[in-house]
């Protein structure tokens, strides 16, 4: 799996971890724990993904 994914809100979580979530802009909205199986919570921003945490 790539290293700097970006994961929509909706998809699938891949795997259990803390995801970091993103605005386009790239400014950071900060960080949640998500399990395997669920899904990526809706954002505030349009055109907003996760990546997993450090």
Known sequence: MSENKKWRPGEEVPE???YVAYDEQGN???SLYLEQG???PAT???GSYYVKGE
Request: glycine share 16%; hydrophobic share 15%; no cysteine.
């Open 28 to 30: 950071n909205g900060g």
């Open 44 to 46: 505030q921003h349009s």
């Open 38 to 40: 669920k899904r990526f």
């Open 16 to 18: 259990s971890a803390t």
